[in-house]
């Protein structure tokens, strides 16, 4: 089992930057599937990014890509999410999740472990 803890948050000017983090407690993180996720208010959770667990591979949301980036650093047991140019409809609670049944956790039926999430506050 996985504890997860999200962090960096806050509020931001539109075409502003935030990076986000997400600390992992065990000695297994390496073999977590690892994603961020989204909610807004009145909006359901939805898939923002996600990496494999050896940072091969990256998949992302069409509304992120090109301004999100994703990564992992498995010696330190954490997952970033570096956000560029950001949008007032980015504004939503952020949730790290993760996986030991699927590499690549795109959507909320494949997470198996949730943080509590960090609120993302863009204005216009």
């Known amino acids: 089992q996985v504890q997860l803890m999200e962090s960096g948050g806050g509020l931001v000017q539109a075409g502003g930057s935030l990076r986000l983090s997400c600390a992992a407690s065990g000695r297994t993180f390496s073999r977590y599937g690892m994603a961020w996720f989204r909610q807004a208010p009145g909006k359901e959770r939805e898939f923002v990014a996600a990496v494999t667990l050896n940072a091969v591979a990256t998949y992302y949301a069409d509304s992120v890509k090109g301004r999100f980036t994703i990564s992992r650093d498995n010696a330190r047991n954490t997952v970033y999410l570096q956000m560029n140019s950001l949008k007032p409809e980015d504004t939503a609670v952020y949730y790290c999740?993760?996986?030991?049944?699927?590499?690549?956790?795109?959507?909320?039926?494949?997470?198996?472990?949730w943080g509590q999430g960090t609120q993302v506050t863009v204005s216009s």
């Open positions: 999740a993760a996986s030991d049944t699927y590499a690549l956790v795109i959507s909320v039926v494949k997470a198996d472990y």
